[in-house]
Every structure is written in structure tokens, then in C-alpha cells.
């Protein structure tokens, strides 16, 4: 990642392609970019853009088109630790739209400290807090916000819900009509079908779309 940022010095315009679930560290690079006073520009290209981002900073400057008149576009994939680490060696200063930014992305990648976490994660939320990281705002938007649509298609669902295999599957199933009359999207059905996890015996979930044959869309295995 150093030689992304040594391309961003040389560069006149920068346009970043964002990729839906980097869209925390999206904004940071963006506000860095910001300071250098250069041209910068955000570009997604996802269907939905899911709405409990819109607390980043800049989330309103997210285009759906290409840029053109870019010298240099950079591919946002990766994680806010990655980016943080690389602000850290590079000592770049945060401030607090970075800060709010990579928290942000911080508490989703890790689903609120619960996935994927050591000392090294926690070293980092205290540093982003003390840089002034939004931390309350961050958590309120990504973890207590659920939408109406939402609601509509986790009820849909979960009365839908088989156990097979001794209780340790559980199989869900959802069909274009079913997304088009609660207004939710698949990304919705695949943070539904996770609920099934709570259940003591599941060790597997399955999704089905039963437009194409009940044909299998998403699997998730219970992490040990």
C-alpha cells in the first residue's frame, strides 16, 4: 500500500472506486487526500449504497460514474487496519474526519469488537478515540439502526426457517418478489440469515433463491 501513497504525491486528481464494504476506509483516504490539498473524487459503482454509512464523511460525495479526467484511481479494498498502519508509519497526523472515518470502519468490520479482534484492535479504537473518532455516532449508525425494510424481510424469513440435518442447518429461502415488496436488498437477507446462529445447534446456514430451482445464493458456517 506505500506505493499507492506514493503515486496520490505525484498525482493531480485522484479518483477512488469504492467498494461496499470499504466504505469507511474510502473516507479516510479521501479526507488525506483532502489535505494535500489535490483533487479528489469518489466513485461507487454498487446497485445500493446501504444508507447507515451516510454518518462518513464525505458519504455525499459518492458518485456512480467514473471520473475521467482522474490521473490516478485507486481501488479502495482494503481494511481500516491496513490503512491506519500505513498512516502510522508514514506518520500522517489524523484528524477527526479520519478518525471518525476508520472507527467507522473499525466497528464494521468487526461487527461491534465482536469478530476478528486482539490487542492490536483495541490499541487502535483507543488511538482513532483520542484523534476525536465520532465513536458513538459510528456505533449508533452501524449497530442500533435497522430499517423498516429490513424488519419487513427478517419476518418474512425467519417464518420461513427449516432445521435440517438434526438442527445443526438452518435454510432460508427468499424470491424477487419478497425483496421488491418489503423494499429490502440481498445484503439485508444475508445479516438475516446470521440470526439463525443464535440457535444452539446450528453450525450451518443456507440461503436459497427460489426463483431458480430453490439454486443455493449464500452459505455461512458458525465460526468456532
Known amino acids: 500500500m506505500n506505493e499507492i501513497f506514493k503515486s496520490i504525491q505525484n498525482a ?9 464494504d470499504f466504505m469507511g476506509s474510502a473516507s479516510a483516504l479521501y479526507t488525506y487526500i483532502l489535505t494535500l490539498h489535490k483533487k479528489v473524487s469518489m466513485t461507487c459503482k454498487a446497485e ?11 458519504f455525499e460525495k459518492i458518485k456512480s460514474s467514473d471520473t475521467p479526467s482522474a490521473d490516478l484511481s485507486i ?14 508509519i508514514n506518520e500522517i497526523k489524523l484528524n477527526k474526519k479520519m478518525a471518525t472515518a476508520l ?29 476525536g473518532a465520532e465513536h458513538l455516532l459510528c456505533t449508533r449508525a452501524l449497530l442500533q439502526s435497522t430499517s423498516l425494510a429490513f424488519l419487513r424481510l427478517q419476518s418474512v424469513m425467519l417464518k420461513s426457517m427449516l432445521l435440517q440435518n438434526s438442527a445443526k442447518a438452518a435454510v432460508f429461502n427468499i424470491c424477487e418478489d419478497e425483496l421488491k415488496a418489503t423494499g ?11 440470526e439463525a446462529f443464535k440457535l444452539e445447534y446450528v453450525e450451518m446456514v443456507v440461503l436459497l433463491d427460489s426463483d431458480h430451482e430453490y439454486e443455493i445464493i449464500k452459505v455461512k458456517y458458525k465460526e468456532k
Open 12 to 20: 493531480k486528481h485522484i479518483e477512488i472506486i469504492v467498494e461496499a
Open 48 to 58: 445500493n449504497i446501504d444508507k447507515k454509512f451516510s454518518f462518513l464523511p464525505w
Open 184 to 194: 429490502a436488498n440481498k445484503k439485508d437477507a444475508y445479516e438475516i440469515m446470521q
Open 75 to 88: 481501488v479502495c479494498d482494503f481494511s481500516a487496519k491496513s490503512l491506519f498502519e500505513v498512516f502510522q
Open 103 to 131: 472507527y467507522g470502519a473499525l466497528v464494521y468490520e468487526t461487527q461491534g469488537f465482536t469478530k476478528g479482534i486482539d490487542g492490536t484492535i483495541f490499541a487502535m479504537a483507543e488511538v482513532l478515540v483520542a484523534c
